[in-house]
Antibody
Framework: EVQLLESGGGLVQPGGSLRLSCAASGFTFSRYAMSWVRQAPGKGLEWVSTISGSGGSTYYADSVKGRFTISRDNSKNTLYLQMNSLRAEDTAIYYC???????????????WGQGTLVTVSS | QSVLTQPPSVSGAPGQRVTISCTGSSSNIGADYDVHWYQQLPGTAPKLLIYGNSNRPSGVPDRFSGSKSGTSASLAITGLQAEDEADYYCQSYDSSLSGSVFGGGTKLTVL
């Protein structure tokens, strides 16, 4: 069974940094692209970033480009999201999700982790 | 403002049929990129409901169906049940943004 377990969320001040992790199991991690999708409180889903299986290709939403960095360690079956220069509007639940078919984008997401909450506030 | 447009809410009585629309543009759905649908039950993570416009993952009841035409897509739910009360999101790819895009979500209320 595929499992994705996020960690690293918490309260951070505006301008601060945070690193999220997603531990994956149940599939050959290095073969699949992975993504982060976020959901602000009471709002809809927003794609944040995608990384290829090898880690050689990365893609970002304009709203986080230049501030967030997606990466992966295939030896540890772990996905990361380094978030710098955080803003109040980055407050959200961050979900780790696996892309389904070979390749990167376009693609769809299945399954999803349970999410980790990031709150940016002073 | 989401790239894909969905109605904020729909409702129906048990047993009825409801549809949820997802309208895009020439850089996403209209460019022949597939549409996928997710169900998010209250307090839980999203779950894949329909992929590739009209395909159901194993375990998803055949009461759920998807279709796509032109720059729009639709999710239909027949034989509405109380457990279907959830938020539903469409998703596709946008070539102008070079990334995945979601609809704003539709809250389904079972009366």
């Amino acid at each position: 069974e595929v499992q994705l377990l996020e960690s690293g969320g918490g309260l951070v001040q505006p301008g601060g940094s945070l690193r999220l992790s997603c531990a994956a199991s149940g599939f050959t991690f290095s073969r699949y692209a992975m993504s982060w999708v976020r959901q602000a409180p009471g709002k809809g889903l927003e794609w944040v970033s995608t990384i290829s299986g090898s880690g050689g290709s990365t893609y970002y939403a304009d709203s986080v480009k230049g501030r967030f960095t997606i990466s992966r360690d295939n030896s540890k079956n772990t996905l990361y999201l380094q978030m710098n220069s955080l803003r109040a509007e980055d407050t959200a639940i961050y979900y780790c999700t696996k892309l389904v078919v070979d390749g990167v984008l376009p693609n769809w997401f299945d399954p999803w982790g349970q999410g980790t909450l990031v709150t940016v506030s002073s | 403002q989401s790239v894909l447009t969905q109605p904020p809410s729909v409702s129906g009585a048990p047993g009825q049929r409801v549809t949820i629309s997802c309208t895009g543009s020439s850089s996403n759905i209209g460019a022949d990129y597939d549409v996928h649908w997710y169900q998010q039950l209250p307090g839980t993570a999203p779950k894949l409901l329909i992929y590739g416009n009209s395909n159901r993952p194993s375990g998803v009841p055949d009461r759920f169906s998807g279709s796509k035409s032109g720059t729009s897509a639709s999710l239909a739910i027949t034989g509405l049940q109380a457990e279907d009360e959830a938020d539903y999101y469409c998703q596709s790819y946008d070539s102008s943004l070079s990334g995945s895009v979601f609809g704003g979500g539709t809250k389904l209320t079972v009366l």
